[in-house]
């Protein structure tokens, strides 16, 4: 699957320009995961690059079909120079990894925790999967390998987290955009809930 790896990192390339750096990370019985990261103005974007390599498996199936499912790499946007974001590096792997371990698809309005926070000092543990197609366009693969697609991180607070798990994702989306959230700012609080 090293071809698709290779066609995700040119589609990568192509919406966000060259990497600045990247990490890998290997978890005992997975693949390589690498995190690259991208500076854009006072942005910096982090791209996982490796969960792609096989379809994500419905937990259900008695047997994982080595070629077709979903397959996704994540996304995650956050303003520059504000906090020590480049930790990120670690969770960001274990989420790329969460299909592998614990036989999930993640999918949009999905939650992820990583059960500490995404950075030093970050008020996130756990993260939004928002929908693809935005930042950089989803990668078609020829047949019958389904599409890849690059999915958005939106940091939650634990508050925003319990709140989403009783009103859903399309709720907090809609609650973030009323208050006028800046979702990119790793330093922001919860958004008000009541």
Request: charge should be negative; charged fraction near 25%.
């Amino acid at each position: 699957m090293g071809e698709v790896l290779a066609l995700v990192e040119a589609r990568l390339r192509t919406a966000l320009g060259e990497p600045d750096a990247r990490a890998a990370v290997t978890f005992l019985g997975t693949d390589r995961i690498e995190v690259l990261r991208f500076i854009d103005g006072d942005l910096v974007r982090y791209a996982t690059l490796g969960m792609s390599a096989s379809p994500m498996a419905d937990p259900t199936a008695a047997l994982a079909d080595p070629v077709k499912g979903p397959r996704a790499e994540l996304v995650l946007t956050v303003r520059a120079g504000l906090a020590d974001t480049d930790k990120v590096l670690r969770p960001l792997a274990v989420l790329a990894s969460t299909p592998q371990v614990e036989g999930v698809v993640v999918a949009p309005g999905a939650s992820l925790d990583v059960g500490e926070p995404l950075w030093p000092g970050a008020s996130f543990s756990s993260v939004l999967v928002a929908e693809s197609g935005g930042l950089v366009e989803d990668l078609e693969l020829d047949e019958p390998l389904d599409p890849v697609r690059f999915l958005p991180l939106f940091p939650m607070t634990p508050n925003e987290a319990a709140w989403k798990r009783v009103h859903g994702a399309q709720a907090l989306e809609e609650r973030w955009l009323a208050r006028g959230t800046d979702l990119r700012d790793p330093l922001r609080g919860s958004v008000s809930l009541d």
